[in-house]
């Protein structure tokens, strides 16, 4: 015998039927449902059907949505000072790169060799403050052994003394006189001359009225820097009489070498240069000068200079080439 089955009974199938109603119309009331043959379900009418809303099992478990994804980053303060460690990292390595692409580029456009270039811009050195004798001529490496420590006390008689340049040298008598101005030297060395004797030998020798003069003339000169105390007088010697030439003598005159010898005046270091100095100057009857210069270490970056120049027409005066520089002493 045949079961009879339920219509509503309906095999690995669940059927949910929700009412739809109208929201300007009343609600209708249910409608009945009738089988008709092959198990259909059929709706009577007059009834409105209802809708289908899920079929088969539901899922198991929350929605997808109402899934946890965690907690915020932006309120979680060590991920979010972890993400603006990783902006300053990143910010770092890309300041790095961009400055090797520059020093690249500039290597390989050859401007690290060319002026002004991004590696040939060095610092400025200071400008040498030397004085010129310190420059041409520096300390000698071994200080100069003078065992001859020679006469240290002082002559009689008068005498010039330079304060300034600190060295004293005989004084002599008529016609020499007080140096009436200073002596300026116009070669680089510039010494200026400011203590001695003079006289004139040939008044207005020039058509500018100019006189010329036999001197006895005492300076100094810087040759050597701060505390340096040992001068290498060979050099200054030969520097001084070069710049003397330049300065006081016509151009194209002519060295006649005398002498040059090392000595100590007054227990001091010295260097005695003496020549004779041949030219020509329309209007000036002397064609010669008898020269001395005798150079003093006194301990000190200034070495002392006596010069004493006679010329030609005043011979009987050449002594005193040999007797100023003998008398000098440290004053």
């Given amino acids: 015998m045949t079961e009879q089955r339920s219509p509503w009974a309906v095999p690995d199938t669940q059927t949910v039927i ?22 259909a379900a059929r709706v009577a009418s007059g009834y409105a059907s209802g809708r289908v809303s899920r079929l088969g099992t539901p899922p198991i478990g929350p929605p997808p949505d109402a899934i946890n994804s965690g907690p915020d980053d932006d309120d979680d303060p060590v991920r979010r000072n972890q993400r603006i460690m990783k902006w300053l990292g990143g910010g770092a390595v890309l ?27 060095h610092a400025q050195g200071p400008s040498d403050t030397r004085p010129e004798l310190a420059r041409r001529c520096p300390p000698p490496s071994i200080p100069p052994d003078n065992p001859n420590r020679g006469d240290s006390e002082v002559p009689p008689g008068p005498r010039t003394v330079d304060s300034e340049s600190g060295i004293s040298y005989k004084e002599f008598g008529s016609p020499w006189r007080p140096l009436q101005e200073n002596w300026h030297e116009l070669g680089e ?6 203590i001695g004797q ?7 020798y020039d058509s500018n009225g100019n006189n010329y003069h036999a001197t ?20 200054v010697g030969d520097q001084i009489a070069a ?21 100590t005046l007054g227990g001091r270091p010295a260097r005695l240069l003496k020549f004779r100095l041949h030219f ?3 209007g000036l009857r002397a064609k ?10 006194l301990g000190k970056p200034d070495a002392a200079i006596l010069y004493v120049s006679i010329p030609d027409t005043h011979r009987q005066y050449d002594h005193v080439a040999d007797e100023a520089p003998a008398s000098i002493r440290p004053a």
């Fill in 288 to 297: 010669s000068e008898l020269v001395s210069i005798a150079l003093v270490d």
């Fill in 243 to 263: 710049d003397v030439r330049i300065s006081f003598y016509p151009k194209g005159n002519q060295l006649e070498q005398i002498e040059a010898k090392d000595l």
């Fill in 198 to 204: 003079d006289f004139i030998t040939e008044p207005n």
């Fill in 95 to 121: 300041i790095v790169a961009i400055g090797l692409i520059v020093i690249l580029v500039s290597v390989l456009t050859n401007n690290a060799t060319t002026p002004g270039g991004l590696f040939n811009r």
């Fill in 189 to 194: 060395l510039k010494i200026t001359y400011r």
């Fill in 280 to 282: 020509s100057q329309p």
């Fill in 216 to 235: 006895i003339l005492s300076g100094h000169v810087p040759a050597a820097v701060n505390d340096g105390m040992v001068l290498d007088l060979h050099c």
């Fill in 18 to 39: 929700e009412s739809v109603r109208s929201e300007s119309a009343p609600p209708s009331p249910t409608r009945p449902i009738t089988s008709e043959p092959g198990g």
